[in-house]
Structure formats: C-alpha cells, structure tokens
C-alpha cells in the first residue's frame, strides 16, 4: 500500500462490517498509502459484504487497511505481511485495540511470506505492492514475482485484488495463469480482482469499464 510520500500521520476508517467507522491511524513512512476508501467500497462490493469464514492474506499489508476491512467483514482468519518492524508493531497493536484475534501479523518480506503460506488455502488474497518511481518502470519486476507467488496459494474459487499504478492487460495476466474478472480506476490507482483461468470465464467477461 506505498505510493506518493506523506510527511503526516493520518488515518482511514473500516467502512463496513463490525468495525464500520472504527478509525485506523496510519503512521508517517515514505510513500505509505492506504488504499483510498472508494477503491476499498469498490473492492468489497466485488467480493460481497459478507466474508464470513474466508481466510484472507493480506500482502504488502502496510497501513492495514484491507485485512482490516476483511476481519470486520467476517473472515476467519486474515494473514497480515509486513516487512517494516515498527508497521508491523503498528498493526498488531490496531489488531489488539479492535480485539481482532483473527489477524495475525507477520514481520518480513511479503515475497518470502507468499512463498512460505500454505499452498491452495486461501480465499482472498490481496496484493497492493509499493508503487515505485513510474519514470523508472515501476516495480514491474516485484509485481510479476507476487502474482507469480501468491498463484499456488488460492483455492480454485479464490480471487486475488491487485492494485497498481497501471492496468495490467487481459494477454499478460492470462500468461501468468490469472484472468481479469474485474476492473477499475480510481485517478492514478488501477484495480483489478483476478480467479485462476481454470475457475475463471472467457477473457473479457466480467469487465468493467473505468471507474
């Protein structure tokens, strides 16, 4: 959840489930961003209100704001990858304070994370990795590794949430085994929610035009 730079604390709120309007402060850490509240409504609203009994990773887990959402949604149990100790710290303490037993946090490379989790026993993952310098290519390479990662890990009815600074075409996702089932844009964040092509429709279908 990392794009343009803040030099402020801030903070978001759960907007639905057993912690709506419950507040989520987001500490100062260089190009942390949560993901904006019209994109979550989006997100939720593609997965349905009730996540009761899914199990959710949360990747890249940065201000919390995803898992966080999913927890008060019902999910079971939401896996929470952070690399950065004090965010990590951050998270457990948010998770403590919302007495959120279902969140567990994890101190270390997403990546590493991806790899390790348990193969085909996740629900809902959710990918938001750091934006990076557009005028550098982005992190293109970290991108493809965490779709590349997190594929093994779905059930063949799981869908994964990628944000990122670009929309990723139908033709190069379906090369890494995942086809668009949804899309939208929100200013300068693009979101998708990607099923497996052996669960998922014929390519296109589904689609929604921009946001």
């Known amino acids: 959840m990392k794009g343009a730079p803040r030099t402020t604390a801030g903070e978001v709120r759960i907007i639905g489930g057993q912690w709506k309007r419950s507040k989520l ?3 100062v850490r260089p190009g942390l961003r949560p993901t904006p509240d019209r994109v979550r409504e989006t997100l939720f609203n593609w997965l349905g209100q009730d996540l009761r009994g899914l199990r959710c990773l949360d990747a890249f887990a940065g201000s919390g704001a995803l898992g966080f959402e999913a927890a008060s949604r019902g999910a079971v149990e939401v896996l929470m990858l952070e690399l950065d100790p004090g965010l990590a710290a951050h998270l457990r303490s ?58 093994p890990l779905l059930r063949p ?53 921009a946001l």
């Open 25 to 27: 402060t987001v500490p």
């Open 94 to 151: 948010q998770a403590q304070r919302l007495q959120a037993s279902q969140v567990r946090v994890q101190t270390g490379d997403a990546l590493a994370g991806l790899r390790q989790a348990p193969a085909g026993a996740w629900d809902v993952v959710f990918l938001d990795p750091p934006f990076g310098d557009a005028a550098q290519g982005g992190n293109a390479a970290l991108y493809l590794a965490a779709l590349q990662a997190a594929r």
């Open 157 to 209: 009815d799981g869908q994964l949430y990628l944000e990122a600074p670009r929309a990723w075409g139908d033709e190069e996702l379906q090369s890494l085994g995942w086809h668009c089932h949804r899309r939208g844009r929100a200013g300068t964040v693009h979101h998708h929610l990607l099923t497996l092509t052996e669960a998922g429709t014929a390519p296109g279908a589904g689609d929604n035009p």
